[in-house]
């Protein structure tokens, strides 16, 4: 069955550092996958995607995430995090039938230290 | 990016009361639209399919006599929960998709929180 594990539930970095949320996947083929941010009362936003192609994906905000078969994980990335970044990050895996529908992980929420 | 609402944002009942949700769409026409419930540090649990015109496909586990699904219209979806128990309280989101594009064009509402006393 898919599945996606984001195993941090917290992380906490400091404004100016870099971040990376970590995510993992099961999926019997290859994947889309996607991340999203959700920042108190907005809706989740996508933040980027992967279908195929070159691994490394860029999205908006500045995040980027790499796709590794090879370790089945898909982690976002940020090289310098912003106060505003704080927010809820989740992962997620859509199925490759018609229906669209999409695994999300348990997600990893993102503190900023001034 | 295109937005989604729902109504309310936030809702306090009695048990054993009915309570109804609206997702829409604002600025385009969807066809099919999801509806998931959060639980506190838990992933967005995908409820059930709702396709306009249609019967809304339930996940396996989710009761769809307790979870009424109506697609009444390209840009507007209701959950009712009815005979709300204090477990039903929780956090629950609906996401509508653009047709004219794929997974990319899955944009999700604000959420609406649920508290059954």
């Known amino acids: 069955a898919q599945s996606v594990t984001q195993p941090d539930i917290h992380i906490t970095v400091s404004e100016g550092a870099s971040l990376e949320l970590r995510c993992n996947y099961s999926?019997?083929?290859?994947?889309?996958l996607f991340w999203y941010v959700q920042s108190p009362g907005q809706g989740l936003q996508l933040l980027l995607k992967?279908?195929?192609?070159?691994?490394l994906v860029q999205g908006i905000k500045g995040f980027e995430a790499e796709f590794k078969r090879s370790q089945s994980s898909f982690n976002l990335r940020k090289p310098s995090v912003h106060w505003s970044d704080a927010a809820e990050y989740f992962c997620?895996?859509?199925?490759?039938?018609?229906?669209?529908?999409?695994?999300f992980g348990s997600g990893t929420r993102l503190l900023v230290r001034p | 990016g295109a937005v989604v609402s729902q109504h309310p944002s936030r809702v306090i009942c009695k048990s054993g009361t009915s309570v109804k949700i609206e997702c829409r769409s604002l600025?385009?026409?969807?066809?099919?639209m999801f509806w998931y419930r959060q639980f506190p540090k838990k992933s967005l649990m995908l409820m059930a399919t709702?396709?306009?015109?249609?019967?809304?496909?339930?996940e396996q586990g989710v009761e769809k006599d307790k979870f009424l699904i109506n697609h009444a219209s390209l840009t507007l979806s209701t959950l009712t929960v009815t005979s709300a128990h204090p477990e039903d309280s929780s956090f629950y989101i609906c996401?509508?998709?653009?047709?004219?594009?794929?997974?990319?064009?899955?944009?999700f509402g604000p959420g609406t929180r649920l508290l059954v006393l």
């Open positions: 996401s509508a998709r653009d047709p004219a594009g794929g997974f990319e064009t899955q944009y």
């Open positions: 999926y019997g083929a290859t994947p889309y």
């Open positions: 992967y279908f195929s192609g070159d691994t």
């Open positions: 997620a895996v859509g199925l490759m039938d018609s229906s669209y529908k999409l695994i």
């Open positions: 600025d385009f026409q969807a066809t099919t």
């Open positions: 709702s396709n306009e015109g249609s019967k809304a496909t339930y």
